[in-house]
């Protein structure tokens, strides 16, 4: 099993584009999530889905979508970006839906907005 | 509200010395559940322990115990014999039954000098 894969792992942007970090987990989980980590803040959930076509908001879920057509596959839209979407972002899965089960992460993706 | 308090940002401490990192939550529900990861300077995000709010036996793996007690609402996390190793910061979290997102404390970067 590869876990929970993400790409790109460095990524920067210009102020105003528009990129779509993936994510992918091969455990057939049916919970998945977005964070975003930045220094003195922890971790933030900025989206989350409990199964295929059923998203829900997070902590902090301006200026970014999500969308789940398939059970393995979560990507992350940044609509327009901004210097305050600099961050490190993690993808995270787990079992659902009846017990919270320990998340599995990825190894992050580094994005950059100048 | 739920909430995980991890009162010390950083930590130093020798190799071998033991060390304890504090974990404090707030929550209303009966049955929630306590996490701790570990963020090594790699960058990933590791699983170390879950636990359910009905089973406060202390845990033990190798040199890292833990200590969960419902009258202080604490679940904190001792490494005997300290490495360098476990050089990293560690973070506590927190769900509740029926909830779907993870709430986390702020980390505790813990620095283990040779």
């Known amino acids: 099993n590869a876990g929970v894969t993400q790409t790109p792992k460095f990524q920067v942007l210009k102020t105003g584009q528009s990129m779509t970090l993936q994510c992918a987990q091969d455990m057939n989980h049916e919970y998945m999530s977005w964070y975003r980590q930045d220094p003195g803040m922890g971790l933030r959930l900025i989206h989350y889905s409990v199964g295929a076509g059923i998203t829900d908001q997070g902590e902090v879920p301006n200026g970014y979508n999500v969308s789940r057509s398939t059970t393995e596959d979560f990507p992350l839209r940044l609509l327009s970006a901004a210097p305050s979407q600099t961050s490190v972002y993690f993808c995270a899965s787990s079992y659902w839906p009846s017990t919270p089960d320990t998340q599995y992460f990825g190894p992050g993706t580094r994005l950059t907005v100048l | 509200a739920q909430k995980v308090t991890q009162a010390q940002t950083e930590i130093s401490v020798v190799e071998k010395e033991d060390v304890t990192l504090d974990c404090v939550y707030e929550t209303r529900d009966t049955t929630y559940y306590l996490f701790w990861y570990k963020q090594p300077p790699s960058g990933e995000l590791v699983f170390l322990i879950r636990r359910n709010s009905f089973d406060e036996q202390n845990e033990i793996s190798g040199r890292y115990s833990w200590n969960f007690q419902k009258s202080t609402s604490s679940f904190n996390f001792t490494i005997t014999a300290s490495q360098v190793v476990d050089s990293a910061v560690y973070f506590c979290?927190?769900?509740?039954?029926?909830?779907?997102?993870?709430?986390w404390g702020l980390g505790t970067s813990l620095a283990v000098n040779p």
């Open positions: 979290a927190l769900s509740g039954e029926n909830n779907r997102k993870l709430i």
